[in-house]
């Protein structure tokens, strides 16, 4: 059973800065297409960023582009979300993502496991 688990959420004013990360259990980490989902109050879940099996490829939505940063460490079975110049509109649950098949990187259908999600407030 793979487990996904988000940390790193919080409350920060905007400006500022926050990194998120996400551990996934097992030892195939390093076989997975992982990516950064978020939803806002009242809103659908949309797509972040994403990154491939072995770091090789980034994704970025337009809105996160130049300010978030996605990356991953398959020693350690962890991926990141660096996001800095935050913003209030960037207030939203933030979710871990892990796939294996294919399929577009930006649709939730390519990804197996999802984490709980982890709180992301940014105070104007």
């Known amino acids: 059973q793979v487990q996904v688990a988000e940390s790193g959420g919080g409350l920060v004013q905007a400006g500022g800065s926050l990194r998120l990360s996400c551990a996934v259990s097992g030892r195939t980490f390093s076989s997975y297409n992982m990516g950064w989902f978020r939803q806002a109050p009242g809103k659908e879940r949309e797509f972040v960023a994403a990154i491939s099996w072995n770091g090789g490829t980034t994704y970025y939505a337009d809105s996160v582009k130049g300010r978030f940063t996605i990356s991953r460490d398959n020693a350690k079975n962890t991926m990141f979300l ?3 110049s935050l913003k209030p ?8 993502a892990a796939g294996y098949g294919g399929g577009a990187y930006y649709t939730e259908g390519t990804y197996n496991f999802w984490g709980q999600g982890t709180q992301v407030t940014v105070s104007s």
Do not use: H, R, S
């Not at 509109?89 to 871990?96: G, I, L, P, Q």
């Open 82 to 84: 660096q996001m800095n």
């Open 89 to 96: 509109e960037d207030t939203a649950v933030y979710y871990c």
